[in-house]
């Protein structure tokens, strides 16, 4: 048994060895957080489908569920439910006032980051990070057509995940 684990341990080291092969500290750089992925359209390699719904695509990774419901929000998450990316286009007649008043009431409500200004998408979307319901988020806004654009990207280290990057940076409107 104990030849077993030794060869386990081995194994799993050669592994993350392999995965951390080629990431240079200028790679990471050069990726910054999720609005600098998604603004300038970097793409992380990240194996799986995009999805086409009625009003956004996304990629869905390999292994990863996808869900659309009626008003055409998509959102892909892992089998444990601890990563999640949903799209989402909801409101009607609303204002750059209340995109902003919706994220500084979830900012205010979790005490979430600073709003700041993220471009994506061909949109200025505002941006604030939180812990809710005992999990770590963004939430995106920004208005198209009188309706307001929200992304909300959850799961610990959300901010640096190459998978949840990869599928931030993949989301266009159709």
């Keep these: 048994m104990g030849r077993h684990v030794v060869s386990y341990t081995v194994a799993a080291f050669l592994v993350l060895g392999l995965l951390s092969c080629g990431k240079s500290n200028e790679t990471k750089s050069q990726a910054g957080n999720a609005g ?11 194996a799986g ?8 695509s996304i990629l869905v990774p390999e292994g990863w569920q996808f869900s659309e419901f ?9 089998n444990a439910g601890t990563f999640m990316v949903q799209a989402k286009k909801a409101g009607m007649n609303m204002t750059d006032k209340d995109v902003e008043t919706n994220l500084t009431s979830m900012m205010t409500q979790y005490k979430g980051t600073a709003i700041e200004n993220v471009d994506m998408l061909g949109l200025t979307f505002l941006k604030t990070t939180y812990d809710a319901s ?15 654009i929200s992304i909300q990207l959850m799961g610990p280290g959300h901010e640096t995940d190459a998978t949840i990057q990869g ?8």
């Design 167 to 174: 599928v931030l940076a993949s989301i266009r409107l159709r």
């Design 70 to 78: 009626n008003d055409g929000t998509v959102q892909t998450y892992n």
């Design 134 to 148: 005992g999990s770590h988020q963004t939430l995106y806004g920004a208005l198209k057509d009188g309706m307001q």
């Design 49 to 56: 489908s995009v999805k086409d719904g009625k009003i956004f």
């Design 36 to 46: 600098d992925a998604a603004a300038t359209q970097e793409k992380p390699a990240v």
